[in-house]
């Protein structure tokens, strides 16, 4: 079963799908499952494997989703009760502690332009563990020379986006060379379920390509789970200064310790909007 367990979280990582591996790491007195017992949980609740069944089992699966949701391990100790002896129908009355692994493929994420900051953006990423795609339409800037670490498509962005199969665990960043660029890229992404949706700019460029896409029927919904302008608030001003900030953002974000919600129940949209990197000039 082991073997089973590690080809199917082998095969869920090469398609992005982060998995928990759930794995008993000691017993004392009668358990109905060994050391070394494995199961594995995806995001969505289903199992590979089992720890033994029951109620424990049933607590161990939502833990481990918990532990994906924030990318946290855990220990778990469970004393086999009688009222879990009932739901098994084994008299165990013993102990057991189990390990819960988050396990996460190297995340994707996509730069949509390829101008100054999505150079340094991409460089410093690859090394931080991201697969990067850098997507722009000016064979130019995008080229396999000018970025030798990531997957370069040269296309139009509208295009490529509304074709792309972008997996929902992914990271985009949108940087292209001008507002109409950017307002086309959201146009075909922010109804998208991502991981993260960040676009480069300035308050008063967000709010007039928020006011487009409203005016155009995109839910407020969709709106709000866009991080606009992107980076965390260190101040940065030249290209490679603001690819740190945005990278510092999606490594929160990965890792979780950049939330969803923050002490006063405002969005983490809302958060990164309290803080402006300085917009660059056409062929950032």
Same mark, same amino acid.
Request: net charge negative; hydrophobic share 45%; glycine share 8%.
């Given at each position: ?6 080809? %199917? ?13 759930? $794995? ?6 009668? $358990?109905?499952?060994?050391? +070394? @017992? ?6 969505? +609740?289903? !199992?590979? +494997?089992?720890? =033994? +069944?029951?109620?424990? #089992?049933? &607590? @161990?699966?939502?833990?481990?989703? #918990? ?15 009688? &009222? ?46 991201? /697969?990067?795609?850098?997507? &722009?339409? /000016? ?9 030798? &670490? @990531? ?12 074709? @792309? ?10 940087? !292209?060379? =001008? ?8 146009? %075909? ?17 967000? $709010?007039?390509?928020? #006011?487009?896409?409203?005016?155009? =029927? ?19 001003? $030249?290209?490679? #200064? ?22 006063? =129940?405002?969005?983490? /949209? %809302? ?6 990197? /300085? ?6």
């Amino acid at each position: 079963m082991s073997e089973a367990i590690f080809a %199917a979280a082998r095969d869920a990582l090469e398609r992005g799908e982060p998995v928990a591996l759930v $794995t008993i790491v000691r017993t004392q007195g009668s $358990t109905p499952q060994r050391v +070394g @017992a494995k199961m594995l949980v995806y995001a969505d +609740g289903r !199992t590979i +494997g089992t720890i =033994g +069944g029951g109620c424990y #089992e049933h &607590d @161990a699966l939502g833990k481990a989703r #918990e532990a994906l949701e924030h990318s946290q391990p855990r220990l778990v100790a469970y004393e086999l009760s009688d &009222d879990i002896a009932e739901e098994t129908g084994l008299i165990c009355g013993g102990r057991m502690e189990v390990f819960i692994e988050p396990l996460e493929a190297s995340p994707r994420l996509y730069l949509i332009g390829a101008g100054h900051v999505s150079w340094h953006l991409a460089r410093a990423a690859h090394d931080a563990g991201f /697969r990067v795609t850098v997507v &722009d339409d /000016r064979e130019k800037f995008a080229s396999p020379e000018r970025f030798p &670490d @990531a997957d370069v498509v040269v296309e139009s962005i509208p295009d490529w986006l509304h074709r @792309a199969d972008i997996p929902a665990a992914a990271f985009v960043v949108i940087l !292209t060379r =001008g507002h109409r660029h950017d307002l086309e890229a959201l146009r %075909a992404l922010a109804a998208r379920d991502l991981r993260y949706l960040g676009l480069i700019g300035s308050r008063a460029k967000v $709010t007039r390509l928020f #006011e487009a896409l409203s005016a155009e =029927g995109m839910p407020a919904e969709c709106l709000r789970r866009i991080f606009a302008p992107i980076g965390l608030d260190i101040g940065a001003v $030249t290209p490679a #200064e603001i690819a740190v900030s945005i990278l510092a953002e999606l490594i929160g974000l990965r890792r979780g310790r950049l939330m969803s919600d923050d002490a006063d =129940g405002a969005p983490a /949209r %809302a958060r990164s909007m309290r803080h402006t990197p /300085r917009t660059l000039a056409p062929g950032r």
